[in-house]
């Protein structure tokens, strides 16, 4: 019985109350708007990087009398598909940074770009295959199967480091007559390089600026911590953008290259519904790629590049940014998966649930499409700070999940008749995770965009809700930071606030050993003074299980 009170414990936690669903004529039908699509494969290419086929451009330039030394063409690189079976196999996979992996194969055509790929051959509720280039004498990730494609030799890596500029097998210009003639032996050289053999001689570096649009802001912003990456066959260059949405790669091509976003970091992944990666396909260019996500004239997101760049923020600022002193949500390690985000399409119940990774699901579920852009990056936020929550005291937090979620949904009564305990925990969790959401769209607004007037939401950070309309996720916590007393301002219908001067983090220090609504009240009077800590009872006294 105990295991199975130590799984069901975390089964059930935060669920926003009532979907915020706008109405508006440019909200109906959002689906429609904007579907998800698969990416669709062409042909396989004939791979001009193979041993087989480098070997056979350089007897052709032998025989042409263009080199004049005897090539010593040998494997540098294996071309290799991985089967991870699960997401902890994925996870470990993913942990080795240097590695670039890619859900589709890198020797087929796309014919139709999409939000993500996932594999015919793979059930759902497994990963993808992972395609990647790796240089022969590499560390593999053990256990992970894989499958070995091809022997590649690629001679013209240009990263921006010494050893990979340097070449052991022929001067830059061979190498450049090699490449160029397994190119056109392979049908792969393109026509206007054909035409114009100087075409492709110059060398150019990957860069660019990657921006969302922001309703608040009524203009495009820099999306930070985004990792692009430029592939042209088996060589791919990355960068990652920084707070204006700037990014350069590190290497340089002398032909045009792929560009492509997946929607990850370490710590983190989006998924475009609840299993496919979320990623961009930009163009095949030469030059910089600058792109802008959303559409200027819509009054909600629904454009789905827009949102995975709104959920990424929120998750970026959260793992990564400044986050007030506040505990990092999970962190990916040996002993913890990537926690793993499903970007729905749907403006309904988000939620933090960490068993459904026992399933290979998502920890988080965001459903915000058709709402403004704060709102989605506040509600990832709020939906981290549960998963932070847990990592703060996770025995008291599975214990007010119990109560709160786990304990009536598993019974006779059903999650929404919970009961005084019941009311009780959930008041505590939703009242916690909102003064953190709270808290960090104001610092993105106010402080970041310089937009001091700026409020969140119709509910003016929390203030303008009446204390019987939001019996869980009230205003309390925002209410001991901030300095305003909302009976004072609206009437006897709304909470009494006479407690100012808590900061963010000394609220998460009171979650420790706190199990119950007053519990977290008696561990912040007893650990912190502040001037209005009397006034503590009067402000949690609001409200009644």
Same mark, same amino acid.
């Given at each position: 019985?105990?295991?199975?009170?130590?799984?069901?414990?975390?089964?059930?936690?935060c669920e926003k109350e009532e979907p915020q669903i706008n109405h508006s004529p440019s909200s @109906?039908?959002? $689906?429609?708007?904007? *579907? @998800?699509?698969q990416i669709k494969l062409g042909k396989k290419l004939e791979n001009p990087y193979s041993v087989v086929n480098m070997r056979r451009a350089w007897d052709s330039l032998k025989l042409k009398s263009k080199v004049s030394k005897e090539g010593e063409i040998e494997t540098t690189h294996l071309y290799l598909r991985f089967i991870p079976k699960t997401e902890d196999e994925l996870t470990l996979l993913k942990a080795d940074s240097t590695l670039v992996l890619y859900d589709i194969p890198l020797d087929f055509e796309i014919t139709e770009s999409g939000d993500f790929y996932h594999d015919p051959e793979i059930p759902e509720e497994q990963p993808t295959y992972q395609y990647a280039s790796v240089p022969l004498g590499h560390t593999l990730p053990k256990d992970i199967e894989y499958e070995l494609l091809e022997e590649l030799f690629v001679p013209d890596e240009d990263f921006d480091t010494i050893a990979s500029s340097e070449s052991k097998f022929a001067s830059k210009e061979v190498i450049y007559k090699l490449v160029d003639e397994s190119l056109r032996?392979?049908?792969?050289?393109?026509?206007d390089e054909i035409e114009n053999p100087m075409a492709a001689k110059s060398k150019w570096r990957p860069a660019g600026v990657v921006r969302v649009f922001d309703h608040v802001l009524n203009s495009y912003v820099g999306v930070s911590g985004v990792k692009v990456k430029a592939r042209r066959w088996f060589t791919t260059y990355r960068g990652f953008t920084d707070s204006n949405g700037k990014y350069s790669c590190d290497g340089r091509f002398r032909r045009d290259a792929n560009y492509s976003i997946k929607w990850d970091r370490y710590e983190f992944s989006i998924r475009s519904g609840t299993y496919g990666q979320a990623i961009l396909n930009g163009p095949k260019r030469r030059g910089d790629w600058n792109v802008d996500l959303g559409s200027s004239s819509s009054k909600v997101v629904n454009n789905s590049q827009q949102y995975y760049a709104l959920i990424h923020q929120g998750a970026m600022d959260y793992?990564?940014?400044?986050?007030?002193?506040? *505990?990092?949500?999970?962190?990916n390690n040996v002993l913890k998966r990537q926690l793993k985000i499903a970007a729905q399409r749907k403006n309904d119940r988000s939620?933090?649930?960490?068993?459904?990774?026992?399933?290979?699901?998502?920890?988080?579920?965001?459903?915000?499409?058709?709402?403004?852009?704060?709102?989605?990056?506040?509600?990832?936020?709020? $939906?981290?700070?549960h998963a932070a929550h847990r990592e703060v005291d996770k025995n008291a937090y599975n214990a007010v999940v119990w109560d709160a979620w786990s304990g009536p949904c598993t019974s006779f009564?059903?999650?929404?008749?919970?009961?005084?305990?019941?009311?009780?925990?959930?008041?505590?969790?939703?009242t916690w995770a909102s003064a953190v959401e709270v808290t960090f769209v104001l610092h993105r607004y106010r402080n970041r965009f310089n937009r001091p007037n700026y409020?969140?939401?119709? $509910?003016?950070?929390? %203030?303008? %809700?009446?204390?019987?309309?939001?019996?869980?996720?009230?205003?309390?916590?925002?209410?001991?930071?901030?300095?305003?007393? %909302?009976?004072?301002?609206?009437?006897?219908?709304?909470?009494i606030d006479r407690v100012r001067g808590y900061t963010i983090k000394q609220l998460e220090g009171a979650l420790v050993g706190a199990k119950s609504w007053n519990q977290w009240r008696d561990n912040i009077k007893n650990r912190?003074? #502040?001037? *209005? $800590?009397?006034? @503590?009872?009067?402000?949690?006294? #609001?409200?009644?299980?």
């Amino acid at each position: 019985m105990a295991r199975i009170a130590i799984v069901t414990c975390v089964i059930f936690s935060c669920e926003k109350e009532e979907p915020q669903i706008n109405h508006s004529p440019s909200s @109906l039908a959002l $689906e429609e708007l904007d *579907t @998800l699509k698969q990416i669709k494969l062409g042909k396989k290419l004939e791979n001009p990087y193979s041993v087989v086929n480098m070997r056979r451009a350089w007897d052709s330039l032998k025989l042409k009398s263009k080199v004049s030394k005897e090539g010593e063409i040998e494997t540098t690189h294996l071309y290799l598909r991985f089967i991870p079976k699960t997401e902890d196999e994925l996870t470990l996979l993913k942990a080795d940074s240097t590695l670039v992996l890619y859900d589709i194969p890198l020797d087929f055509e796309i014919t139709e770009s999409g939000d993500f790929y996932h594999d015919p051959e793979i059930p759902e509720e497994q990963p993808t295959y992972q395609y990647a280039s790796v240089p022969l004498g590499h560390t593999l990730p053990k256990d992970i199967e894989y499958e070995l494609l091809e022997e590649l030799f690629v001679p013209d890596e240009d990263f921006d480091t010494i050893a990979s500029s340097e070449s052991k097998f022929a001067s830059k210009e061979v190498i450049y007559k090699l490449v160029d003639e397994s190119l056109r032996l392979t049908g792969n050289l393109g026509t206007d390089e054909i035409e114009n053999p100087m075409a492709a001689k110059s060398k150019w570096r990957p860069a660019g600026v990657v921006r969302v649009f922001d309703h608040v802001l009524n203009s495009y912003v820099g999306v930070s911590g985004v990792k692009v990456k430029a592939r042209r066959w088996f060589t791919t260059y990355r960068g990652f953008t920084d707070s204006n949405g700037k990014y350069s790669c590190d290497g340089r091509f002398r032909r045009d290259a792929n560009y492509s976003i997946k929607w990850d970091r370490y710590e983190f992944s989006i998924r475009s519904g609840t299993y496919g990666q979320a990623i961009l396909n930009g163009p095949k260019r030469r030059g910089d790629w600058n792109v802008d996500l959303g559409s200027s004239s819509s009054k909600v997101v629904n454009n789905s590049q827009q949102y995975y760049a709104l959920i990424h923020q929120g998750a970026m600022d959260y793992y990564y940014g400044e986050r007030f002193g506040l *505990t990092s949500p999970p962190r990916n390690n040996v002993l913890k998966r990537q926690l793993k985000i499903a970007a729905q399409r749907k403006n309904d119940r988000s939620s933090y649930v960490k068993a459904r990774r026992i399933w290979f699901g998502n920890d988080i579920s965001l459903m915000e499409w058709g709402s403004g852009s704060d709102k989605v990056y506040g509600t990832i936020v709020h $939906e981290l700070a549960h998963a932070a929550h847990r990592e703060v005291d996770k025995n008291a937090y599975n214990a007010v999940v119990w109560d709160a979620w786990s304990g009536p949904c598993t019974s006779f009564n059903g999650c929404e008749n919970l009961g005084p305990t019941g009311k009780n925990r959930r008041r505590l969790l939703e009242t916690w995770a909102s003064a953190v959401e709270v808290t960090f769209v104001l610092h993105r607004y106010r402080n970041r965009f310089n937009r001091p007037n700026y409020n969140y939401d119709n $509910e003016v950070n929390l %203030q303008f %809700q009446r204390t019987l309309d939001k019996p869980y996720y009230t205003s309390a916590g925002y209410d001991m930071i901030d300095d305003i007393n %909302q009976r004072d301002i609206y009437g006897i219908l709304y909470p009494i606030d006479r407690v100012r001067g808590y900061t963010i983090k000394q609220l998460e220090g009171a979650l420790v050993g706190a199990k119950s609504w007053n519990q977290w009240r008696d561990n912040i009077k007893n650990r912190y003074n #502040n001037a *209005t $800590e009397n006034y @503590l009872d009067e402000l949690f006294n #609001n409200w009644k299980d």
